[in-house]
């Protein structure tokens, strides 16, 4: 195996276990956020799309392991997030924070038309995480279960792709002092 291979191998392990760690944690303080990407999209600058589809792929199949069985539902999610981190790099996403916040939004929006369907033919409108107070509150306030499931995503959804952004962006910015070495 070369050296490359191992240290390609070494990152896309340790952004699965980021991605991991972070989202059980958030999990377990039932925050209204998920925060489950940041590995993903920092996988997609420092090592490219398959590499970064991968991260997304061994962090759901983990989650759906050890922490419940709706993220694996979730895997398509995570795979679009992945791919529109890369179309959005080629505009200066986790290079420029300006455009990396703009990406976060981005990102949040499409999680959230490809996420819907799923919280709401498959769960009902529950997606088993901080998110269902939101969700709650807009059926309270008498919108069907669809909607309700939309606007807590758009509630929710650009806050934590933002977040995610900024988090990978520092991230991205400081891997090189981290590591010692840098990607090309």
Do not use: C, H
């Not at 976060?104 to 819907?116: D, K, R, Y």
């Not at 998110?131 to 509630?155: A, C, M, P, R, W």
Request: charged share 10%; net charge positive.
């Amino acid at each position: 195996m070369k050296i490359l291979d191992v240290y390609r191998t070494f990152i896309i392990t340790s952004f699965a276990i980021l991605n991991i760690l972070v989202a059980t944690i958030v999990s377990f303080l039932k925050l209204p956020l998920y925060l489950d990407s940041i590995g993903t999209v920092s996988a997609v600058i420092l090592l490219g799309l398959k590499s970064a589809i991968l991260v997304a792929i061994i962090t759901n199949i983990v989650l759906s392991i050890t922490s419940s069985p709706t993220y694996f539902s979730y895997t398509i999610t995570a795979i679009v997030i992945a791919i529109t981190a890369y179309i959005l790099q080629k505009y200066g996403y986790l290079k420029n924070i300006k455009i990396t916040i703009i990406g976060g939004i981005i990102i949040g929006l499409v999680s959230t038309i490809v996420s819907a369907p799923i919280t709401t033919f498959l769960y009902g409108g529950i997606s088993f995480s901080g998110t269902d107070t939101v969700i709650l509150f807009f059926k309270q306030t008498g919108y069907n279960i669809f909607e309700s499931v939309v606007l807590g995503g758009l509630s929710v959804e650009p806050v934590d792709k933002t977040a995610t952004s900024i988090i990978a962006y520092i991230l991205v910015k400081n891997i090189d002092k981290l590591l010692k070495w840098k990607f090309s």
